[in-house]
């Protein structure tokens, strides 16, 4: 998670502390672990904070000389507890660097799907069940008038390729709406339009996390809130838990809940139940 390898944890717990750290030392140099996956977050965010960083690798010595080396710990073992309080260091960060938003791009609803052979962690939607989901979102999307595209989101492009950040913050920022299973995926969220000029044009996320009675993931129903539904305070955050069957490895949804909260997310309905067949 810690080491820049993890996407969504590096999003989650090292941006926000190292956005609040830029904040407090505009002129410092920064040390940070030097991965692929990092480098190619940092460059894409703000590239003239990547030109000052001095990029080490694990275990690799590195000298101060004729200045003062200053070391940064969170005080707390998971960052993403504290991260939420960080955020707004991001915000100002991307105001700076990625403020535009276009408004000819044509406009989603993304629904992510872990089912990719490189997502790990498990947690993926039983596939029958998943296959009903997407029918759902289709058919409230038609009952409630959205005419947005329905993006099928697994990370990877049509040619299973791994979606570069700058591809992904391209799609996600096309997003009206999030919806998904609690992962590495949906925290692109953070790069959905943070400056919309009404509350009603908010973008809205609708996550799919576990809770008390599932023991997926550790079953930590607040702690799983807390990193987007109280990290990223700009969006409409929405919610369903999974169903006390789920595993670590395959998890389920009430698909009644989901047609509810699509209805509230989307506007009143006459009819807030499934569809059957």
């Known amino acids: 998670w810690f080491t820049g390898t993890c996407y969504g944890h590096f999003l989650t717990d090292q941006l926000p502390n190292i956005a609040y750290l830029r904040s407090q030392r505009p002129n410092a140099k920064f040390i940070l672990m030097d991965t692929p996956m990092s480098r190619n977050v940092i460059q894409f965010l703000d590239p003239r904070f990547y030109d000052s960083v001095i990029w080490t690798q694990k275990d690799q010595h590195v000298k101060i000389r004729g200045g003062t080396l200053s070391i940064y710990k969170p005080d707390v073992a998971l960052p993403t507890v504290m991260g939420r309080n960080l955020f707004r260091y991001f915000w100002d960060w991307m105001k700076t660097t990625h403020s535009y938003y ?3 791009q044509a406009p989603k609803v993304i629904y992510y799907t872990r089912h990719n052979p490189v997502v790990a962690g498990g947690r993926q939607i039983e596939v029958k069940l ?3 989901i997407i029918e759902v979102i289709k058919y409230k999307m038609e009952q409630h008038g959205r005419t947005e595209e329905l993006y099928i989101y697994n990370g990877n ?10 591809d992904q913050f391209f799609l996600f920022r096309s997003a009206t709406t999030a919806i998904g299973p609690h992962g590495t995926g949906l925290v692109n969220a953070i790069w959905m339009n943070p400056f919309p000029e009404t509350c009603s044009q908010r ?3 609708l996550e799919f996390t576990p809770g008390p009675w599932s023991d997926v993931h550790g079953g930590l129903f607040n702690g799983h809130y807390t990193t987007l539904g109280r990290g990223f305070p700009v969006l409409d ?39 059957e067949g």
């Open 102 to 104: 276009d408004p000819n």
């Open 130 to 132: 998943e296959a009903r």
């Open 157 to 166: 492009d049509e040619n299973g390729n791994t979606l570069s950040v700058e």
């Open 203 to 205: 973008p809205q996320m």
């Open 237 to 275: 955050y929405n919610m369903i838990t999974y169903t006390a069957e789920s595993t670590r490895d395959v998890v389920y949804i009430n698909l009644d809940d989901l047609a509810l909260a699509l209805d509230r997310m989307w506007g009143s309905s006459k009819d807030s139940s499934v569809r």
